[in-house]
């Protein structure tokens, strides 16, 4: 049973920084792209970075610059660098892998929970 869990989220004062952490556990024989998604009350869940396996990354406009995706092969874990964070970015923050799980089936989104981020003015 694969498994994300996320973690380091909590309330920050605005121009202040977080750090998420999310681990991929279970039977896990490879990853491709990893990534973290955020959604806030009353929108869609939009896309905010990933990371290929490569390391190659993609951000959003909205916080190119601020943010910084990471991650760590051998630990099967992304990181999400938040700083000069804004009220904007107040939303649930989910993290999201692409893990292979066989010749028939290829590879399969997982989504974690998600963690919440709060950004006060």
């Known amino acids: 049973q694969v498994q994300l869990v996320e973690s380091g989220g909590g309330l920050v004062q605005a121009g202040g920084s977080l750090r998420l952490s999310c681990v991929a556990s279970?039977?896990?024989?490879?990853?491709?792209?990893m990534g973290w998604y955020r959604q806030a009350p009353g929108k869609q869940r939009e896309l905010v970075a990933t990371?290929?396996?490569?390391?190659?990354?993609n951000y959003a406009d909205s916080v190119k610059g601020r943010f910084t995706i990471s991650r760590d092969g051998a630990k099967n874990t992304v990181y999400l660098q938040m700083n000069s964070l804004k009220p904007d970015d107040t939303a649930v923050y989910y993290c999201?892998?692409?893990?292979?799980?066989?010749?028939?089936?290829?590879?399969?989104?997982?989504w974690g929970q998600g963690t919440q981020v709060t950004v006060s003015s």
């Open positions: 279970g039977s896990i024989p490879s990853i491709n792209g």
């Open positions: 990371i290929t396996s490569g390391g190659t990354t």
């Open positions: 999201n892998a692409a893990i292979w799980t066989g010749a028939l089936a290829g590879f399969r989104d997982y």
